[in-house]
């Protein structure tokens, strides 16, 4: 069977359910697509990422008017430590480490829509090591997506991701960055937490970092911007690193709405398979821009679940 009509069958079926999402759910709803075959395409040996980047180079989307940011989550297995990619993860929301898998995506937004460029499934090797670190992996996704043609209006990540190689390249390539900043960070020579700040932006060096700044204190946290040319404001800063919080949301979404932390199965590729089913999954919400997400989710659990599992019907009607 077409590979595009199993991917379609699964994520219509991931917006569907609002119970626990199973492969038979999935054959349930459309005759023509057996759990097995879920299964199989879960397990089958494909790249994921390519298929994204024909769907992105698809759109007819104007990558100026957005801007990108960068985050991790933790995909909760607390039951499931025999899944390759699974690993003790610190999770902000349980404040603990916890059994999950650590998923890091790319995102670019203009407000209205939110488009996954580029995630990772973080692995190790044979040897413990970390097979890329999400650090590199920050550095590499953010070059792929200026090779696919994203000229952002600015780039937005949090202290985590503030390596002095990223700041450096971003500024190399004359892309504009708003990050919040370690407090041991050395800012003209001096340690964040030691210095006094006034209510406004301050310019300098930070170690490491070949380009001037303007950093910022608000609210305990630190902050840094390389948008120095015109006089920017403490507030402006923050404004604009607040931004980020659109892959927040994006990631509450993938698990309220897209059924993310349901699969069970034992291999790295079938999780990444069906991570790329979830976001698909997403996607297909975000397309019906004249309603909310889970107003979405309502229209097409009443169009499709309603079609009274007629799902070759449903099937042919999205691909109208």
């Not at 199973?22 to 990422?49: A, C, F, H, I, P």
């Not at 999400?134 to 994203?150: H, R, T």
Request: hydrophobic share 35%; glycine share 4%.
């Amino acid at each position: 069977m077409n590979n595009n009509i199993i991917l379609t069958s699964i994520a219509i079926s991931l917006i569907s359910n609002n119970g626990k999402f199973s492969y038979s759910q999935t054959g349930e709803m459309y005759s023509k697509v057996s759990s097995y075959q879920v299964k199989r395409w879960l397990d089958k040996n494909w790249n994921e990422q390519k298929e994204l980047e024909k769907h992105i180079t698809s759109l007819n989307i104007d990558w100026s008017q957005g801007w990108l940011m960068i985050d991790d989550t933790v995909i909760e297995k607390p039951f499931a430590k025999n899944i390759e990619c699974v690993y003790w993860q610190y999770s902000s929301k349980n404040n603990n480490f916890i059994t999950g898998i650590s998923l890091t995506v790319l995102l670019w937004s203009d407000g209205k829509r939110n488009i996954p460029i580029k995630f990772m499934v973080y692995e190790k090797d044979k040897n413990g090591k970390p097979i890329k670190t999400k650090n590199e992996f920050a550095l590499f996704s953010l070059k792929y997506a200026l090779d696919l043609g994203i000229r952002p209006k600015k780039v937005c990540f949090d202290s985590k991701y503030s390596s002095k190689e990223l700041l450096n390249w971003l500024d190399n390539n004359k892309l504009v960055y708003f990050s919040q900043l370690a407090s041991n960070r050395s800012f003209n020579g001096q340690q964040l937490k030691m210095r006094r700040f006034q209510p406004y932006t301050e310019q300098g060096y930070l170690k490491g970092v070949g380009h001037k700044v303007n950093v910022t204190k608000h609210c305990k946290r630190y902050y840094v911007t390389n948008a120095t040319e015109k006089r920017i404001t403490s507030q402006q800063i923050v404004k604009e690193y607040r931004d980020r919080w659109k892959i927040e949301v994006l990631f509450r979404n993938l698990k309220q709405l897209c059924h993310l932390e349901e699969c069970q199965n034992y291999k790295t590729n079938a999780q990444k398979h069906y991570v790329y089913a979830c976001i698909q999954a997403y996607m297909l919400l975000e397309e019906q821009n004249k309603r909310s997400l889970y107003e979405a989710k309502k229209y097409f659990q009443q169009k499709f679940i309603g079609i009274k599992h007629n799902g070759n019907k449903a099937l042919r009607l999205l691909a109208a």
